[in-house]
């Protein structure tokens, strides 16, 4: 049974982390990255810390992702940036580099 639980928790785990990365919207970044600290804090409670899960949820969860929503939406990414109008050849140069 815990076994079973520490898998579903671990893919969800990864599976949020990885739409961190590839996520389009960066609201739903933060919010995934959310999800991702509290399976870790899920994680470290089934290790036996519950104080460090505590933390993590308190912390990163908490603070920090309420920090980095609030910079997301002051940011207001609607238009586009001039950074985002590049050649393909820039983005190849820049890949490489």
Do not use: H
């Not at 049974?1 to 739903?28: C, D, Q, R, T």
């Not at 290790?47 to 929503?69: H, K, R, S, T, W």
């Not at 990414?77 to 190849?92: A, I």
Request: charged content about 5%.
């Amino acid at each position: 049974m815990e076994l079973i639980l520490f898998i579903l928790v671990a893919l969800a785990a990864v599976a949020s982390a990885l739409l961190v990365v590839v996520g389009k919207n960066p609201v739903y970044s933060v919010l995934f990255l959310v999800s991702a600290f509290f399976c870790l804090a899920v994680l470290y409670v089934m290790l036996g810390a519950p104080f460090i899960a505590a933390l993590q949820v308190i912390v990163y969860a908490g603070a920090i992702m309420v920090l980095f929503l609030f910079v997301v939406m002051l940011l207001n990414l609607r238009e586009p940036q001039s950074w985002d109008v590049t050649g393909q050849v820039r983005r190849w140069i820049g890949f490489t580099v």
